[in-house]
C-alpha cells in the first residue's frame, strides 16, 4: 500500500477581500497569494463537487467578482 499523500497548504487569505474585484487582477492576486488553480464561472454554473484543496473558485458576472470560495 502507498503512502496517503500530503494535502497540499491553502494560503491564508481573506476570500471576502475578492468581491468586488476585476475578475483578471482578482486572479493574478490570488495566483500571487498561492492559490493553484484559480477557477473562474459565471453564475449558475453546473460544477463538479469535488474538493480540491489550494483551488480557489470565483463566480464572476459582467467582469467582476461577486462570491468566492475555496475548493
Do not use: H
Not at 502507498?2 to 476585476?22: F, I, K, N, S
Not at 464572476?60 to 475555496?70: A, E, N, P
Request: with cysteine; hydrophobic share 35%; aromatic share 8%.
Amino acid at each position: 500500500m502507498g503512502t496517503p499523500p500530503t494535502p497540499q497548504e491553502q494560503p491564508d487569505d481573506a476570500l471576502d477581500a475578492y468581491v468586488g474585484l476585476d475578475a483578471g487582477p482578482a486572479e493574478r492576486i490570488a495566483r500571487d497569494r498561492g492559490w493553484s488553480p484559480v477557477r473562474s464561472l459565471p453564475p449558475g454554473s453546473i460544477i463538479t463537487m469535488e474538493y480540491m484543496a489550494g483551488r480557489l473558485n470565483f463566480e464572476v458576472q459582467d467582469g467582476t467578482v461577486v462570491r468566492c470560495w475555496k475548493g
